[in-house]
Structures are given as C-alpha cells and as structure tokens.
C-alpha cells in the first residue's frame, strides 16, 4: 500500500509531534522564518496571478488564487519548517504525555513569532521591488480592509474551518509515501480554503504587512485584532476539530491494540 493507514498515521505524527516539541530555540526560529516566507511567496503569487482576473471574473479569479497558494505549504512540507497552524497539532504529543504543555506552548509562541518576521521580509520586499501592480496593490488593500473590519465571530469561525483545511491537508500529506502524493495532498485542502476565503493566521500576516507597506489606512490595532480572531479559530480548528478527534479515533494503545475509546 501506497500510504499509511490511520493507526499508522497516528504514530507518525505524534513521532513528528514529539520531535517538534524538542526541537531548540534556534532551529525553531529558523524553520519558523521558512514556513513564514514560503506562505508569503505563495500568497503574493496567488495575488499576482489573480488580482487582475478578479475583476472579470471573480470565481475564476479566486480558482486561479487557490491554484498558487498551496505551493507554499508543499514547500513546508517538504523541507520540513515549522508552521503554526499545523504545528496546532502538537497537542497530542501533550495528550499523550511525550511532551509538556511548556514545550507546546514554547513551540507556538517562536513558531509564531518566526512566521511574522519571514512574512513581513517577504512582504517587504515585495512592495520594495514592486512586484504588484496596481491591480494587485488594490486588490490587497481591499482585502487587507475587509480582513479588519469583519466581525470578530467570522475571524473566529472562518479560522476554524481554514485549519481544519490546513491540518486535514498535512495530515493526507503525511500519510502518502512519495513526494507526488504529498503534493496532490497538499494542494486540493489547500485551494479549498482559499477558495472558500477563510481565513489563516500565516497568510494574513503576509497580507496586511504588504498591504501596509504598499500605502492601506490600516492600523496596527486593527491587525492584531484580526489576528488574534483568526489565530483562536486557528488553534480551534487544528485542535478540537482535528488532531484531537484523529487520535481518539486512530491512536492505538501499545501492546493491547485498542484505541483510546476502549477505556
């Protein structure tokens, strides 16, 4: 078989859980500066490739959107970077008592940290070399606005439902066992959610810093308010909807070959 079935799935990734939670400071704030650029260089190609359409054709436009986006998670995926809205993940490494929950949260907090800054230095020198047009400046400008001036339940609850995307995505990637079907994994949740216009802490960041550096009235005020939304429904989304319920589900005790509901 060409992938891995749910048990065996649940053991990979608490493996994968397990190391992450361990990893130090430094190579944190490293892979975390990665995953950052890579969902930035994504998202501002999907807004190269798509501002333009949008105003002919905006379902067409956001397909086009939805088609680039994912390259940056394939390349977390298969360099291995620390990305938070997966990384959300790692509370069944606290569940299962292979790490604690000072190492998760220590993990989130540089995880996090480290994805701004390899978005705004994406974000920064995309404005700089003037990579947008002006299609794509005014395009996200506008989404920048709308972004901070939706109601805080729509960040809380389009969060959820983008991580549920995100961490399903990383989850049908680690079951496959070559690099193709990573890809394909990564790639259909991944469209879906941008599609679809949820929302995801990462890409926000990319989208708000070059939104502000490109000229947009928008306040800092106003970014953390919808990041800390977004970054709830995120944690939300990954944890409750997620991996929680995959290991209630799959997890197999070891030497009795029962999972957790047996208990």
Known sequence: MNMKNPSELMDYLLNVCTE???KCIMKLV???FMAGMFIALGAVGSIVASSTLAKTDPGLGKFVAGAVFPVGLMCV????AELFTSNCML???V???NITMGQLLKNWLIVYSSNFIGCLFVAFITILTHNFNDDALTYITKLAVYKVTAPAHYLFLKG???NVMVCGSVLMAYC???VVGKLFAAWF???LFVVLGYDHCVANMLYFMAAKFGGADISFAQIGYNLFFVTLGNIVGGTVFMSIPMYIAHYKKKGCGTTICDL
């Not at 995926?77 to 291995?80: I, P, S």
């Open 20 to 22: 992450k939670g361990n």
């Open 77 to 80: 995926l298969l360099t291995g």
């Open 30 to 32: 490293m892979l975390g």
């Open 95 to 97: 569940i299962n008592k």
């Open 91 to 93: 509370v069944v490494a």
């Open 189 to 191: 949740p991944i469209m």
């Open 160 to 162: 959820i439902l983008c």
């Open 176 to 178: 496959a066992k070559d």
